[in-house]
């Protein structure tokens, strides 16, 4: 059994909390053009676009390497706004015994946040924690909100 791994960034937006929630549940195919240093392409493989049980593919850049995620939307839940999404196949997941992100869109104190959990499980202790991949959804996540804030 591998060693389980969570990993969370909570970022604060300046942007409408549901306009983000919108991007990544009606509208990821928008993602590249508003974060293109991070996320190329989106391609829906299966299902329909923020429909639970969908498949996707991201074509991204992490750490000056292209990467590609092929994931399933997992869980969807519009009034809490959180939406799962696991990998099913990919860079990432060629490396790691499992891979889940959980985007959740909060307010705390009257502050808008992004939050991001990144679950997952190294086979080994020789196999890195997924820092990097944290870093790269809190940078997407600031590029996406910049945009809709300017």
Known sequence: MGLKSVLCGKVEMKANK????DIFTNKPHHVSTMSPLHIQGFE???GDIGIVG???????????????????????????????????????IDKYDSFKATLHI?????????????????????????INVLNFVVGMTKAIDDHHAN
């Not at 990998?87 to 990432?92: C, K, L, N, Y």
């Not at 307010?107 to 990144?118: A, G, Q, R």
């Open 106 to 130: 909060e307010t705390k104190d009257e502050i808008d946040l992004v939050s991001w959990t990144l679950e997952y499980e190294r086979p080994n202790e020789n196999v890195p924690e997924l």
């Open 44 to 46: 829906l493989l299966e």
């Open 54 to 92: 969908s498949k996707i593919c991201w074509n991204y850049t992490l750490d000056g390497e292209k990467k590609i995620s092929k994931q399933i939307l997992e869980t969807i839940d519009h009034e809490k706004k959180v939406l799962t999404l696991k990998e099913f196949e990919g860079d990432v």
């Open 18 to 21: 549901d306009v983000f929630h």
